[in-house]
């Protein structure tokens, strides 16, 4: 069972939804017409504000129906983040939209407290499994990736996703946690990272990967470029993989409070 996934690695106009919002356009309408998912990156409306008061949208507001849109457009799914205020709150909302126009979020769990994240938004407390074309998905969120208790892969999914507005000066931390989280739960991870400097000074490389079960690197995409890749994945080959290697069955067990 194939799915191709298209990794669009991108600049983001720093607290400029307009501009973001088309410059997403042009480079979503570029691509090929064949891809299944299209995964953009963390608060890929606004960079990694900590201004939610002056940015936040409502649930299912203007850029949701943009998503929408462009699901519809592309028959592809697409998965994005953005800032979102609910029930009086801000919330880092990844948005996990199908092709028909249906969706699922997930609420991005670990705030990143060196940049005052935990100030400024709420913690999610829900893992989201998504069902998509005969594949289980689990979308999180950048500084979720340093914590692999929130990722463990109980037989649950096949594919893991993080996005990210994730620093260069951090890339080894992120291209290595990447291949760890797709070595220790058998699965394939997606990784999407913003490139350019954000409002803050701080230079952001990309290092957009999709990474093998088996820890082999599928992706070619060049840091600090703006460019997409288009990239398929075997589910047969995974299970096939995890049939000879079952090391899943060894795991621990344990529940998250």
């Given at each position: 069972m194939i799915m191709k996934i298209t990794l669009l690695q991108s600049n983001i106009e720093w607290e400029n939804r307009e501009a973001n919002l088309k410059s997403f356009e042009?480079?979503?309408?570029?691509?090929?017409s064949d891809t299944d998912l299209i995964i953009l990156p963390e608060m890929f409306t606004t960079g990694f504000s900590m201004h939610p008061e002056l940015w936040a949208e409502e649930h299912l507001g203007t850029t949701f129906k943009t998503m929408q849109l462009w699901a519809k457009q592309k028959q592809s799914a697409v998965v994005g983040s953005i800032i979102i205020k609910s029930n009086?709150?801000?919330?880092?909302?990844?948005?996990?939209?199908f092709p028909d126009g249906s969706f699922q979020y997930y609420d991005k769990r670990h705030l990143?407290?060196?940049?005052?994240?935990?100030?400024?938004?709420?913690?999610?407390?829900?893992?989201?499994?998504?069902?998509?074309?005969g594949w289980k998905i689990l979308p999180l969120i950048c500084y979720d990736l340093r914590f692999p208790v929130w990722s463990r892969n109980d037989l649950d999914y096949d594919l893991l996703i993080?996005?990210?507005?994730?620093?260069?000066?951090?890339?080894?931390?992120?291209?290595?946690?990447?291949?760890?989280?797709?070595i220790e739960n058998l699965s394939y991870v997606?990784?999407?990272?913003?490139?350019?400097e954000d409002g803050n000074g701080i230079e952001h490389s990309g290092d957009s990967a999709l990474i093998d079960f088996n820890g082999k690197e599928l992706s070619a995409i060049t840091p600090n470029q703006q460019m997409?890749?288009?990239?398929?994945?075997?589910?047969?080959?995974?299970?096939?993989?995890?049939r000879k290697f079952p090391a899943h069955l060894d795991a621990d067990t344990f529940t998250i409070e």
């Open positions: 042009n480079q979503i309408q570029s691509l090929r009086n709150k801000y919330w880092n909302r990844a948005y996990f939209v990143f407290r060196m940049a005052k994240e935990d100030e400024h938004y709420a913690s999610g407390n829900q893992r989201v499994l998504v069902e998509y074309k993080y996005i990210a507005n994730w620093p260069e000066r951090r890339s080894t931390p992120w291209k290595a946690l990447l291949k760890a989280r797709a997606a990784g999407v990272n913003r490139i350019g997409s890749e288009t990239i398929s994945i075997d589910k047969d080959g995974l299970l096939e993989f995890k």
